[in-house]
């Protein structure tokens, strides 16, 4: 039985304060502009969800009209997660997730502003280790030359 292990989104609020793009909208606000950018932010976060199960991580996308995606975790091949120095002062991180599951197939996944970004990247990487063991699933790399 599939069991959730964490729900996350983005966030809007740690993306304000916690990035040079979000200290520049700040200071956009002084013309107005600012708020809009905030507001359009903010939309798009509310409207993706991710989920993270012991067997897939799920991203939910739409606010009128829904779509779910998923991956399942033994088809993710590597994570990495990046933060500069501000984005450390409200623990944000950009989680990217490579697979050669369909859903990347055009490019890899990636998770900004995240909350806990280090703990979930840690999450995802021993879930991702568990469902391989679970399914008896081995990575293999050919490299052709």
């Given at each position: 039985?599939?069991?959730?292990?964490?729900?996350?989104?983005?966030?809007?609020?740690?993306?304000?304060?916690?990035?040079?793009?979000?200290?520049?909208?700040?200071?956009?606000?002084?013309?107005?502009?600012?708020?809009?950018?905030?507001?359009?932010?903010?939309?798009?976060?509310?409207?993706?969800?991710?989920?993270?199960?012991?067997?897939?991580?799920?991203?939910?996308?739409?606010?009128?009209?829904?779509?779910?995606?998923?991956?399942?975790?033994?088809?993710?091949?590597?994570?990495?997660?990046?933060?500069?120095?501000?984005?450390?002062?409200?623990?944000?991180g950009?989680?990217?997730i490579?697979?050669?599951?369909?859903?990347?197939?055009?490019?890899?996944?990636?998770?900004?502003?995240?909350?806990?970004?280090?703990?979930?990247?840690?999450?995802?990487?021993?879930?991702?280790?568990?469902?391989?063991?679970?399914?008896?699933?081995?990575e293999?790399?050919?490299?052709?030359?």
């Open positions: 039985m599939e069991k959730s292990v964490t729900r996350f989104r983005s966030s809007t609020f740690r993306w304000l304060f916690g990035s040079l793009s979000g200290w520049g909208t700040v200071l956009l606000c002084l013309i107005g502009v600012g708020l809009f950018i905030i507001g359009w932010r903010w939309l798009t976060n509310i409207a993706t969800q991710y989920e993270l199960t012991d067997q897939r991580l799920i991203i939910q996308h739409g606010i009128i009209i829904k779509t779910t995606d998923e991956i399942e975790l033994y088809r993710i091949k590597d994570t990495s997660i990046a933060y500069s120095i501000i984005n450390q002062l409200t623990d944000i950009t989680i990217t490579r697979s050669s599951d369909a859903t990347t197939a055009h490019g890899d996944l990636v998770l900004r502003d995240i909350p806990n970004g280090r703990a979930i990247r840690e999450d995802i990487r021993r879930l991702t280790d568990a469902a391989r063991q679970l399914r008896r699933v081995r293999v790399d050919i490299d052709v030359e």
